[in-house]
């Protein structure tokens, strides 16, 4: 039995057409992933609020001051809700670009983002999600810069300044790639 779409289409394309629902697993694991990092995030919470008041404050080494080793940990939190953050515009974009829509249209959570999300857009704001993670990898380096090498921390630079870079390239590509971008930047 065929539906309409299969006689509209034909047996060959509409396999390909239906061949995007592969992806569903991915986006599926992605969201064990999100929870993962919700563990990790509570676990790390847990522990930053038992050693400072329950415990009369936080184990350091002789490097770090408590306060390097609360700030270096609250880092790490606000990192693990930026790759968070990460992972939720690509499964919600992702699929809403590349499986199925989602027929949020009027739902008062909708993402203001998701109503004009497409492969571009959706690739131009992981790149700058990736430079927000970056830019807190970077700080927590500067804080840890007397235990680590120069070459380490140029590197760290350096990676960071790509992504900068790639994050631009791709904006920049996105503007000129839009039709009448030309006529409205003049």
Do not use: C
Not at 31 to 43: D, E, L, P, T
Not at 144 to 163: C, E, R, V, Y
């Amino acid at each position: 039995m065929t539906t309409p779409i299969q006689s509209r289409l034909g047996p060959l394309p509409y396999l390909i057409f239906s061949s995007r629902w592969l992806q569903l697993p991915l986006y599926l694991g992605l969201i064990v992933a999100q929870a993962i990092y919700v563990v990790q995030f509570v676990r790390e919470l847990w522990h930053l609020v038992t050693t400072t008041l329950f415990n009369g404050g936080i184990d350091v080494t002789v490097a770090d001051s408590a306060e390097t080793t609360i700030m270096l940990t609250v880092l790490g939190l606000i990192d693990v809700v930026m790759i968070s953050n990460l992972l939720v515009m690509v499964i919600v974009g992702g699929y809403e670009t590349f499986v199925s829509r989602l027929k949020l249209e009027g739902h008062p959570d909708q993402p203001e983002w998701l109503s004009h999300v497409n492969a571009t857009v959706l690739k131009v704001k992981l790149a700058m999600a990736i430079i927000g993670i970056s830019s807190i990898h970077l700080l927590a380096t500067f804080i840890k810069a007397g235990s680590l090498s120069s070459q380490t921390i140029m590197w760290q630079i350096l990676l960071h300044l790509t992504f900068v870079v790639s994050a631009l390239s791709l904006a920049y590509i996105d503007r000129i790639m839009q039709p009448g971008a030309k006529a409205e930047s003049h």
